[in-house]
């Protein structure tokens, strides 16, 4: 009587599956690495899209004369801002101290992305807006769908008086900003 033996054996097992254990374990943390890299570039990109379109919304309320009828949440202490680079914001210290103001509140961000922007849906999410009231110019964007909202210093929402690269990502926060918004018209 031949008996056929078919499959494979135990030996065989063990190495086909320790392979694949080597491959998951140099594949799987460069998916997540890769993955939490995704997100960051999204949210970047989303506030780098805000940045433009709030560019774009102040500069028409600008020339409209209107720069002055928006509501702000507050202003921005420039000198408590961190960055990587630390003499990044000099000239606005310089010249825009107390110009700079913020917008976090849904109602007075809606008020100056709407219409300017096509997916209205980041709105649902954490977005601070900063510009210079007298130039209309914006200094920088915060955008997050992981927090629940941005402010300065402690409380109900995440700092964003920390803008290195390395808070951000720890935060989970796109941003995008500018050098500077100018230097007022002395009147």
Same mark, same amino acid.
């Given at each position: 009587m031949n008996i056929m033996k078919k499959g494979f054996t135990l030996v065989e097992i063990i190495v086909v599956i320790t392979i694949i254990a080597i491959i998951a374990a140099i594949a799987v943390p460069s998916i997540v690495q890769y993955y939490k890299?995704?997100?960051?570039?999204?949210?970047?990109? #989303? =506030?780098? +899209?805000?940045? #433009? =379109?709030? +560019?774009?919304?102040l500069t028409q309320k600008s020339i409209a004369g209107l720069l002055n009828d928006l509501p702000y949440d507050g202003y921005v202490n420039l000198e408590n801002l961190i960055t990587d680079d630390e003499n990044f914001y000099d000239d606005e210290i310089n010249y825009n101290t107390g110009n700079i103001v913020y917008v976090t509140s849904k109602e007075n961000v809606s008020r100056i992305l709407d219409g300017y922007i096509m997916d209205t849906s980041v709105l649902n999410n954490a977005i601070?807006?900063?510009y210079n009231i007298a130039t209309g110019k914006?200094?920088?964007?915060?955008?997050?769908?992981?927090?629940?909202?941005?402010?300065y210093g402690h409380g109900n929402f995440t700092d964003v008086a920390n803008r290195t690269k390395e808070a951000r990502e720890e935060k989970k926060i796109g941003f995008y900003g500018a050098r500077t918004t100018g230097i007022p018209e002395r009147e």
């Open positions: 890299y995704s997100e960051d570039r999204y949210r970047n990109n #989303v =506030a780098r +899209t805000l940045f #433009v =379109a709030a +560019t774009n919304s601070l807006i900063e914006v200094l920088s964007v915060f955008y997050s769908d992981k927090v629940h909202a941005f402010g």
